[in-house]
Structures are given as C-alpha cells and as structure tokens.
C-alpha cells in the first residue's frame, strides 16, 4: 500500500486574502444589482439612476484615492517615467480592495444624498479607515462603517435635502420621532401604512440603496456561508441576540410578534450583520470572540436604536466594537486550553448580561 | 539656582528651535486644549494663541527675574502662582478692554492656567536662563503656538463652513452647503490635528532615513 506522501505546508483550501476578496465583492455586486432593480420597480428610473451614479462615484473614488495614496507614498524605488511608476502603483491599489469597502459603504447610503458627500464619505472611509493604518490587513476600524459614521455625522443635515429623492423615511421617523417604542395606536398606524413587514422586506420601503435588497442579502449570506468566507455564527447570533431582545421589549410595550420581525428586517441591521460584521480584519480571530462580538455589537445597536435619534445603528456599534477587538482577541486567546463548558458558561452569562443590559439602559432611560 | 544657569545660549536657536522642529504643539503635544476646544474659527484661534503667548512672555520675565530668589524645594507652587496671577491679570485686560474677544473665548481664557506650555517654559527655560533669553523663548513659543493654532483654525474654518474671516478680510472658498460641518465639529479637531502631526512626523522619518542613508553610503566608501 502507497501512502501519498507531500513535504509541508499541506494547504487543505485554495483559500486566500484575494480569493476572500474577490467573493465578498461578487456577493456584493449581486447585492447591488437586484437593490437597483428593486429601486427602478417600486420608485422608478430616478431612484435607479441616482443609486447608480452613487454606487459608481463611491468605486471610482476609492479607487482614486488608493492610487493617489500610493503615488504619493514613496517606497524607496525610483521610477524614471510617470507611467512606470503608475504601473507599479496599480497592482498595490487593487490589493487595498478598494471595490469592497465602496460597495459597502455606497449600499448603505440613502438614495438621497448628494453625490459630493459620497466622495467626501468614501475618502475618509479609504484614506482614514484603511490607508492610514498600512492598508488592507491592518485597519482597526471597519473602512466602510468609518464611511457611513462619516456621512452620517458630516452631512447629517444636508443627507435629507427637502427634495422628491428623500424626505423623512419611514425608518427615520420611527426612530427620530418615536424612538422606536411604539406605544401610542399613531405609531401603530404609522406603521401599518408605511412600512408593513412585507413592504420593508422586498424593499419597498426608501432607506438605504442596500436596504431594498434584502432578499439578495440572504441569498449573498447563504453564498458567503457555503463558501466558507463567513463564520456562520457572527450573522445568527447577531440576529438571534435582536430577536430575542426585542421580543421582550415588544412583550413589555404589549406588542405582538411583528415588533422584533420589524427590528430585524428595519434598516441596514441584516446588511451590517452580513457584511461589516464579518469582516474577517476587524472582528475576533476565534469563535468563541466572534459570538461575544456579535452578542455586544447587538447590545450597542439596540441601545442607539432605543436612546438615539440617528437612524442607522449599524456604523456606530460596528466602530464600537472594534475597539474592543484587541481586548477580546486577547482573553479568548487560548482557547485550546480552556473547557468546553467554560467556554458555554461565559457565552450564556455574556448574551444574558447583554440583552439584560440593552433593555435595561432603554426601559430606565426611556 | 544660581550655578544652574546657563550663561551662553544661542539667541537665534532658542527662538527658531520652537516654531517648527520643536513645536509645543504638534511635536511636544502641549497646549492640547485650546487646539482642540477653540481652533473650529480662525479670529478665535488666532485670539487665544495670541493671549496664550502673553502670559508665556509674563511668566517668562517673573520668572527669570525671580529664579534667583525662588527656593528649589517650592519652585512648583510658587511658579504655579505666578501663572495663576498673570491669567487673572490677562483675562482681567481683556474683560475691561477687548469684551468682544472675552465673550467669545468663554472658560477657555482663565483655563489658559492649565495650559502645560506656560508651566513648562517656566519650569524648564526660565527659571535657569538670564532675562533675555527667556524673552526669546517666550517668544518663540508664542510664535509656535500661533502658528498651530492659525494653521488648525483655518483649515477647519475653511473646510467646515467653506469661508474664512481673517480678522475683517472675507472670502468665500466655495458654496455654504457644500461645506463638511465635521470640521468645525470636535472629532474634526481631532482628525486635522492627527493628520497634521502625520505629516510632520513622516517628514521627519523621511530626513533621517536620508541621513542614515547618505551615512551608510559614506561608511561603505570608506571602507
């Protein structure tokens, strides 16, 4: 019998940082298309057109801004002719995944906004989030969350122009004007004309360009998984951890079960769950990290969304929780050591810890 | 104190040292809070790096004056009054005679106490140097303060509002909604301020990778 025998390293997958990249960006790319088909169905070529020119205006900008980093950055070799050294600056913009962290950012903007402050959001976004720290690899913060926080922050006056593109959307108004507890039967009207579950699933509600496309997210999710790019449990036990959370908070507003279908499906929550929070750079190296990151980024999200007027949870507690990431990283280190149900034991008092926390921090405020 | 003085100390250096290659400011990371609390408009700046610089310059010659006398066991407490006589004195001036400049400088003219460029000046420059260097430092600093604060409130009063008012003089960059209101925000003063220090820094890296370079160069032919 002949036992096939190969030197080391024995590689199981043909897996790398382009590969990863390149899978993200076809999901992402998925995601776009049907959002902007969805956007020329339920609103129109207005609406379909300007999230294309927003989509495009983010990519090209990324893209610009990498090349411009890099022919700027001197490397120590000299380059006789402008376009040799172009040549050589090329390849290194394509590694930084500009395209990623465009789309990214580009999907989470509402139809709105105008196009020079989604060049402003995707400099900073590319130049701050990701060139400054030494590319791709060593950000600390997600590049796109720093976008929206960014867009969000800087133009949070000027993202809403009284135009036809974008009043108050629905999503804006439940969390500006009833904070997301809707006592009052107004509210419950509110939403029943506004924003009924299924309306908000297949995006016929206005909110982000990524928003309308939730059934794309899903199906991108579903891609992700089976292509092991994305650890399964980020998104479920993000979502589960809402879910659950909101279900008390329903039961405690004597409301019935569509309040947490409503949290979950409302907004850029699934598109974060899916996209920013799995970000393979900015979240824990280990599993055991990765539900405790995922069980505090919901606690962070339900408690902007019951305390804060902001619309969009999702790129704050995103940037929150990459802080801690170093922190986390560092006690889940040694996880070959440590027990099974020690490590069960942590996770349940920390998810009990969390929702307990979200809701109490709301209810006591509120 | 007497034998710690230093009896020749190159004029020239001591007041040029300060503006660039030692700035209080975005080398020494001193002076952080009227950066980062007052510098969101230029006059505003401009302003409180000016009355920052004339207590430097006051503290300054007390202190040259005094060190002879100062005990070294309590120089810290009796530095600390100085400071805190000249701010009194100095918001005093501006309440009676400037009250414009008082009302828009709020808190942050009595907190010029805290600055730590006033106490290190005194602490590290005067207290052992003659007359008039201490003048010279004291007005190099303000020099260099004056200089971060200028550069910090112009580039967030341009970018955050699209104009600039020098003192009087006006003019419009471009349209008003076009203007990034996080600039004159305080995480604005944080991202101009790091991205300033950035720049000084990489400069800096880049000289003495030159030097080391041209260094090492010189070493190989030698050899």
Redesign the interface.
Known sequence: MRFPYKPSPHIKANVSTTHVLHTVLLALLFVAAWSIVIQYINFGADYAIRAVFIILTACATAFVTDIAFYLIKTDGVKYTTLGERLKATLPKAFKEAPLVTALILALSLPVGIPLYAVIVATIFAEFIGKLIFGGVGSNLFNPAAVGIVIAGLAFGSTIVPPDAYAGATPMATIASHYNWRITEAVGVQFICNHCSLGHIFFGAVRGGIGEAARPAILIALVFLIYKKVIDWVVPVVFVGTVFVATLIFGSYLCLGLWYPVLHVFSGSLIFGAVFMATDPVTTPVNRQGRILFAIFLAMITLIIRFNATHTEAMGFSILIMNMFVPFIDRKTGNITTSKPWAKAAVLCIAWVCAIGLALGISIMLG | MDNHKQPNVNLKEVFFVNIIRENPVFVMLLSLCPILGVSSNFVNAISIGAMTGLVILLTNIVVSLLSRIIPNEVRIPVLITIIATSVTLMEMLVHAYIPAMHFALGIFLPLIVVNCVVFGRAEAFAIRNKLIPSIVDALGVSAGILLALGLMGFIRELLGTGAIDLFGLYFRLFPE??A????I?P?GAF?VLGMII?IIFSVKM?KQEKQDGLLKNKSVTKA
């Open positions: 909604h076009f990034i209101p996080l600039f925000m995480a991202i950035g880049m």
